[in-house]
């Protein structure tokens, strides 16, 4: 999950928690007040609101993606507007509001649209049709910029996340971006026992293409390769730029030998593609497989020690590292004695 993700959802968890508190008030006043629909309404708003920040805090996951609200605040709020429209149409701002807040911008506008028209129904016989041309007009317009503000901020936060998690020139992520992905597969292999292998490769002799055609011909070379791999990858792999001419691939669920076949595979396409230079553009590579007693520098260690051997080994080749770490051959020996 990336930092503009995580910061969605901390305003999500913050915004439905006031939604629980306020539910649960509405569900008193109203109890007390008699209105037992109303009260019945607002305490499954409470409800549906608290599995929401529930599943926000402990697995990061966001209920049905914010169109539960479109249900529980509708019905909450229309049924407010059909007991009392001269108090309840005063929310109908406050619902398009949250629905942008909560929502997908396309979704919301969608969820609005159908919001106001039932909100007219209800209230159409009770408002003379001059003050239902105000509060339509007023209405509409709340929606107009809810609508665009929504747009112009997802927008924003799409161009932000570009900044932060991708390289500008490869358009692969960014280092940065490469160590939380890390993390997070070993994470998912410890908790769901998720294979994942890592590849990393570096240009062969890259420092002579920028010493003999010059930089932006090495640049040229380095978004040909990466937009290479990048058709290859399958939408749940990840490529980053390491390094100066170095990459690296995630692979999630695959296993040591099917990355192997697809490493070369990727050696052979970057080998073959025309690059328009005298000069060869090969690659050399080193992968390893997730361990069980991994961490991620011992993992990202194994496959540079990989890299490093294919290398002398006369570069333009693959290698799979065939090391297991020295903390689970510890534990085998310990299984053993035992």
Request: charged share 25%; proline share 1%; glycine share 4%.
């Amino acid at each position: 999950m990336n930092e503009i993700e995580k910061y969605r959802l901390k305003i999500r968890t913050y915004l439905t928690s006031v939604a629980v508190l306020a539910a649960l008030v509405f569900t008193w006043i109203k109890f007390f007040d008699r209105e037992y629909l109303g009260s019945f309404i607002s305490l499954m708003c409470a409800i549906h609101f608290a599995a929401v920040v529930y599943l926000l805090v402990k697995e990061q996951r966001y209920l049905w993606h914010g169109r539960g609200y479109a249900v529980v605040l509708s019905l909450a709020l229309l049924n407010t507007i059909a007991n009392d429209p001269d108090y309840g149409v005063f929310w109908a701002y406050v619902m398009i509001t949250y629905i942008f807040v909560l929502m997908k911008c396309k979704e919301a506008l969608v969820v609005s649209c159908i919001f106001v028209a039932f909100t007219f129904y209800f209230v159409s016989s009770y408002y003379t049709t001059q003050v239902l041309i105000r509060i339509f007009a007023t209405v509409i317009l709340a929606g107009m910029f809810g609508f665009l503000f929504s747009s112009l901020i997802e927008k924003l936060l799409i161009k932000v996340d570009t900044l932060i998690t991708k390289d500008p020139l490869t358009k692969a992520l960014n280092r940065n971006t490469f160590h939380a992905s890390i993390d997070s597969a070993l994470s998912s292999y410890h908790r769901y026992k998720a294979p994942a292998t890592l590849f990393i490769f570096d240009l062969d002799f890259f420092k002579n293409v920028n010493d003999t055609y010059g930089h932006q011909t090495g640049d040229r070379v380095l978004k040909a390769v990466s937009n290479i791999v990048l058709k290859r990858l399958r939408d749940s792999d990840q490529l980053f730029r390491y390094g100066g001419e170095e990459f690296a691939v995630l692979l999630s669920q695959t296993n040591q030998e099917s990355a192997l076949r697809l490493a070369e595979e990727l050696r052979q396409l970057i080998k073959r593609h025309n690059y328009e230079l005298e000069q060869d553009i090969t690659i050399s590579g080193g992968l390893a497989q997730v361990d069980k007693s991994d961490t991620s520098s011992s993992w990202i260690e194994r496959c540079d020690k990989a890299l490093y051997k294919a290398k002398k080994s006369g570069r333009d080749r693959i290698i799979a590292c065939d090391e297991r770490s020295a903390d689970n051959d510890k534990l085998e020996l310990s299984k053993l004695l035992s």
